[in-house]
């Protein structure tokens, strides 16, 4: 048997699976046999697949398929299920399990930990540590299917991470999500807070996906304040990037705006907003801040969140207004590694 230096094989295509297996000695039609058995039964380890001759799994234990362990799983009133996993290195990714009506929408990281530092956002408040691999975001997916028992629709990279400074592994992982899994490309998110260039290169893909730009601010004094990753990243010039993302896809983007009482919630701010947007193919997607103990923003009373609706209705913007589910799990927004991280509680209890 020759000595193996291979990369996890999730996230790897037909074509590639079937390449490999002929590198074994194996006929091709195994290839198609190892796809089902990854990405459709879902084994952990090769010796698993009972399809192949004996002899020949016994000799693939240690090739590895890179599925990550379920280290914690908090489950929400709501049926939102939050996962913590524990990647090889030892290091913890979140990602999350959100069911509505018929759908099963998994909320994906991309990185350990947030190089953005933005004010509000408990990941970015926990620092940068690595950027994910293809099959560390395809694996996440797979286990919440898994755990649900249930196909998974829709797929948002919402969780932690900068899915643009990522751009080549998510890429990869929307390809085999798509290709091997069957997520429809409409069905998946990719959520940028926007870096300098990055949307027009990921728009180069032609890619059906919908993106989704984490605006937070009608005008760029905040929005620095809030995101200092944007001081180099003047608004205009990130609104036209979104707007070439329009033209050489022809998808329209959202716009993410999160709510924070009093800092960019106010009238003005809808109108500002409103002028910034007109004629141009979106959606915004307003946010009610989630609180997190590492910053003192508050969430906007109900009237507030109604009145600012209200003012981006009169201006003709497409607006809708999304809570955020799992709360009581601290399934929303990168809060679950930080309190676990922090609270003596036995993991053992809730452990898969
Ligand atoms: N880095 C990407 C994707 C991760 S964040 C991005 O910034 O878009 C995904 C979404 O969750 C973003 O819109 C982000 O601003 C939002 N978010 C982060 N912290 C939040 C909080 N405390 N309350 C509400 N939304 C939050």
């Not at 049926?79 to 990714?93: A, F, H, N, P």
């Not at 390809?175 to 490309?185: M, T």
């Not at 601290?330 to 679950?336: E, K, M, T």
Request: glycine letters at 6%.
């Amino acid at each position: 048997m020759p000595k193996l230096n291979l990369p996890p094989l999730l996230g790897a295509s037909l074509p590639e699976l079937t390449a490999w297996v002929q590198t074994q000695g194996q006929p091709s039609y195994r290839g198609k046999q190892l796809h089902d058995w990854i990405y459709y039964k879902g084994v952990r380890s090769l010796t698993e697949i009972t399809a192949f001759p004996k002899s020949w799994r016994e000799q693939l234990s240690h090739v590895p398929i890179g599925r990550a362990d379920i280290h914690y799983k908090a489950i929400a009133t709501d049926g939102t299920i939050k996962y913590l996993l524990r990647l090889d290195d030892g290091q913890i990714i979140e990602t999350v399990g959100i069911p509505i009506d018929n759908r099963l929408t998994v909320c994906v990281s991309t990185q350990v930990g947030c190089p953005m530092a933005c004010d509000f956002c408990a990941t970015g408040k926990g620092g940068f540590q690595r950027n994910l691999a293809r099959h560390e975001i395809v694996d996440q997916v797979l286990t919440v299917q898994q755990d649900f028992q249930r196909r998974v629709s829709h797929i948002v990279f919402m969780g932690m991470g900068e899915p643009l400074l990522n751009l080549e592994q998510v890429l990869a992982a929307i390809r085999s999500l798509n290709q091997d899994i069957g997520i429809g490309a409409r069905n998946i998110t990719v959520s940028t807070v926007g870096i300098p260039g990055r949307i027009r290169q990921f728009a180069q893909h032609h890619l059906q996906v919908t993106l989704a730009v984490s605006l937070h601010a009608s005008n760029q004094t905040i929005r620095e304040q809030l995101i200092p990753s944007a001081r180099p990243y003047p608004l205009a010039d990130l609104l036209n990037e979104c707007r070439e993302y329009v033209e050489i896809t022809g998808r329209r983007v959202t716009f993410e705006y999160i709510l924070l009482a009093g800092v960019n919630d106010l009238s003005e701010h809808a109108h500002e907003l409103s002028k910034h947007l007109r004629g141009f193919q979106s959606h915004v997607n307003l946010i009610p801040y989630n609180p997190i103990s590492e910053a003192d923003y508050q969430r906007p009373s109900r009237d507030r969140i109604d009145n600012f609706v209200k003012i981006l209705k009169q201006q003709h913007i497409a607006v809708s207004v999304r809570y955020s589910r799992g709360l009581d799990a601290d399934a929303a927004c990168g809060q679950l590694r930080a309190t676990v991280n922090q609270s003596s509680m036995s993991f053992r209890h809730s452990q898969k």
